[in-house]
């Protein structure tokens, strides 16, 4: 039996049990972080592309019982899966060699750290519903943590904010998979995603229960993922989270709600989404003009890549109605890339701010002149985030908008005109940042290789350069996975 899975949740869990006792909690996570990844390398190496479905599985049964839930601890990949586990393994090493030097309450700092990458694995790699969602929620608990106790300004308003958000979101997804739950014939009703796929077909939910299930999933799953109108706890909450903890949510945790979706609604409730599909549209659309003019309107660096963030969940939104193979899997390409990208941006604006004691626009510039490397990495990630040629999120956005035109043709059209937006709130950026006079000409600023600071910023570039280079690397894997979910 091969046991990948199985290893990278009993290091994660390692990690959070071992920064309690080690002589140096920081240097702990980054040797059990380092460890994952090659693993997760072996793991992307050994999958099956051709043959798909679950591998690698490792299960045992929790509880069977007469009158109760069926559920199992089970953990493996399949092609949709993996490269969210990939995703998670690299933005997990970055967040944590981001991780400042010196931190008040250290332990406590790197266990909430390190509880949110075992949730987010946990997350992934499960294949029961109820573990499912409650690694998940493993995830968000220490993220509100974080943010309150170690936030930055206004950070207690703002973990407040997303703690009733995402905690009304969950509520009501967990509705959501109790509906849809019982709304599988008694023969086929299963928690566990393996028995779903062998037993349940696409017209098993009644025609009639598939439109108001999928809306509660919608709801649940969206306001995780910050789809209009359920948005603006996100902005916030990443200007006030402490870097490390913006990278993973904004980066890893956020992509749970699209993935929940693509497990879920499109192969078990695809009449519903489609008659709802109207409903989706103007909502991604909300996220994409709305969201994007008020990105625009942004005098704040942090502020700014908060709604960035937010802005560009509607293009991935857009793979996921669009319901064929090159929309769903130009939408795991961007998934995968736009965790990366936000990582990048939320890691190097944090060193930004180190150094500048600011993130408003009036008070930087002059940061290409006065430290080269940190400017080139966030100028990267800016370049990445709106799509240039060669970076990870053109390949994901290319196939999305490809995928969708043939049935969706005039809102992808609008949609195209989100690029343009991207590309103004961006570009601005760039300008104010790196460029134009220093406003305190007279300060000595440390570059990101004398600080020793580099690497986790250049792992996450390498990727995204990786991924926009050979997209085929991960779209290889998908693509049986989402053929099946298809069918």
């Known amino acids: 039996m091969n046991s990948i899975p199985l290893l990278l949740m009993v290091f994660s869990a390692i990690a959070c049990v071992g920064v309690m006792v080690a002589p140096s909690p920081r240097r702990f996570s980054l040797l059990m972080a380092l460890v994952n990844v090659p693993l997760v390398l072996v793991l992307l190496g050994q999958y099956d ?29 399949d092609g949709v899966s993996l490269p969210l586990v990939l995703l998670t393994s690299v933005v997990a090493l970055a967040a944590v060699g981001a991780s400042p030097q010196q931190v008040r309450r250290e332990r406590e700092f790197f266990l909430c750290l390190n509880l949110i990458v075992c949730g987010a694995y946990g997350a992934f790699l499960s294949l029961d519903l109820f573990f499912l969602y409650v690694f998940h929620e493993v995830a968000l608990i220490p993220t509100f943590l974080m943010i309150g106790i170690w936030g930055g300004h206004d950070r207690k308003a703002a973990a407040n904010q997303m703690t009733l958000y995402l ?12 509906a849809f739950f019982f709304a599988l014939p008694e023969g086929v009703r299963s928690l566990d995603l393996r028995e779903l796929a062998g037993g349940v077909s696409s017209g098993t939910v009644a025609r009639g229960d598939q439109g108001w299930i999928f809306l509660l999933l919608l709801a649940g799953f969206g306001a995780l993922v910050s789809l209009w109108p359920l948005h603006s ?37 695809p009449e519903g989404m489609q008659a709802m599909s109207q409903v989706l549209l103007v909502l991604l659309l909300a996220n994409i003009f709305y969201i994007g003019w008020v990105t625009i309107a942004q005098k704040d660096l942090t502020l700014m890549l908060g709604y ?66 940190l400017a080139f990495l966030f100028i990267f990630g800016g370049l990445a985030s709106i799509g240039v040629p060669g970076l990870g999120n053109f390949a994901g956005e290319v196939l999305v908008f490809f995928g969708a035109w043939k049935q969706y043709t005039p809102w992808v059209m609008l ?41 986790p910023y250049a792992l996450l570039a390498l990727a995204l350069l990786v991924v926009g280079v050979f997209p085929g690397i991960l779209s290889g894997a998908a693509r049986t996975t989402l053929e099946a979910l298809l069918k």
């Open 308 to 373: 960035s963030s937010v802005m560009h969940m509607g293009f991935l939104f857009l793979g996921l109605v669009s319901l064929n193979l090159t929309g769903l899997t130009g939408l795991v390409l961007l998934m995968v890339a736009h965790g990366l990208s936000a990582a990048l941006l939320f890691g190097t604006a944090s060193e930004i701010r180190e150094r500048a004691g600011s993130t408003l626009f009036k008070d930087l510039g002059g940061l290409a002149t006065r430290t080269p490397v």
């Open 415 to 455: 949609a195209l005109w989100g690029l343009v937006i991207s590309a103004v709130y961006m570009l601005r950026a760039i300008r104010a940042t790196c460029y134009g006079e220093p406003q305190e000409p007279s300060a000595a600023w440390l570059d990101l290789p004398a600080a020793g600071r580099a690497w």
């Open 49 to 77: 592309a051709a043959a798909g479905g679950y591998q690698q599985v490792v299960s045992w049964r929790v509880m069977d019982l007469p009158h109760f839930f069926p559920i199992h601890l089970a953990f493996g990949v």
């Open 233 to 269: 706890w996100a902005p916030r909450g990443y200007a006030a989270a402490p870097a490390p903890a913006a990278m993973l949510h904004a980066g890893v945790l956020k992509k749970f709600g699209l993935y929940g979706l693509l497990r879920l609604a499109v192969p078990y409730l």
């Open 167 to 178: 905690a009304a979101g969950s509520m009501v997804l967990l509705a959501g998979l109790l």
